[in-house]
């Protein structure tokens, strides 16, 4: 695998006590894979010293001058990589929660053929971290809104574990979601006939600092995805006609 080059994006905002293990681990398994794997961060303008210390590490880092959002962010990531002839960007949470021995489990989809973009699931096998009750809720209701409109079901739509061929990096690079992309972004992939599989990872509960969504947060972020994934919905559909 050393001829298939792979970019780790990894969208980060107040990171600061987290980041250095993130990338830590994604270059040991370069070392112990034989994966040729480059961890770019992506600093969001953090508050704290997350530019500071991603910049002390083996990686990439992208400094952006304003806060972009989490799609921003990895949407910054996926341009780099385009750019740079990567075959394979993955992305990866900058709180720990992502296991980059997971990693190999995620590119093979990619590399055998088989898939376009590939999802990592933490609810086929139910192992590790299984998020909070809240957050299942929205996952199930996302699954059932996705067989609706595109007729394809994910176990873990939310999960911001994934990966991608050269063929996805060319669509998001024209447009990708931004405050909450990842259920969003499988009707954006469904539109454009690439082929999504999931494959069974396990996460980790975040290492450090607090989830955006919980509580009443949760049923807003519901609320708004939803109408973000009809509105996407309505537009590919009238340009497709």
Not at 22 to 40: D, M, R, Y
Not at 107 to 114: F, K, S
Not at 226 to 241: G, M, N
């Amino acid at each position: 695998m050393n001829n298939i080059k792979i970019a780790a994006i990894i969208p980060a905002y107040n990171e600061e006590k987290n980041i250095s293990a993130v990338v830590e681990n994604i270059n040991q398994i370069k070392k112990i894979h034989g994966i040729n794997i480059i961890a770019v961060v992506v600093n969001d303008c953090s508050k704290d010293n997350t530019f500071l210390v991603a910049a002390t590490c083996d990686c990439i880092v992208l400094n952006l001058p304003v806060n972009l959002g989490i799609g921003g962010a990895v949407q910054t990531g996926f341009k780099y990589a385009l750019r740079n002839n990567f075959d394979i960007a993955i992305q990866v949470d900058g709180d720990g929660q992502h296991p980059a021995e997971e990693i190999p489990k995620l590119i093979a989809p990619i590399i055998n053929g088989d898939a376009d973009v590939v999802i990592g699931s933490r609810f086929i096998e139910k192992t590790g971290f299984q998020s909070s009750n809240m957050r299942r809720v929205g996952i199930n209701y996302f699954r059932y809104v996705h067989q609706l409109l595109v007729h394809v079901q994910f176990t873990d739509s939310t999960s911001g574990f994934r990966a991608m061929n050269r063929k996805a990096l060319a669509i998001v690079d024209k447009y990708y979601p931004d405050e909450y992309p990842e259920p969003e972004a499988i009707i954006l992939y469904a539109f454009n006939g690439l082929k999504i599989v999931e494959v069974p990872v396990e996460m980790k509960e975040r290492q450090g600092g607090t989830s955006s969504i919980g509580g009443l947060s949760g049923i807003y972020y519901m609320v708004k995805v939803t109408l973000a994934i009809f509105f996407t919905y309505l537009r590919l559909k009238s340009k497709k006609l």
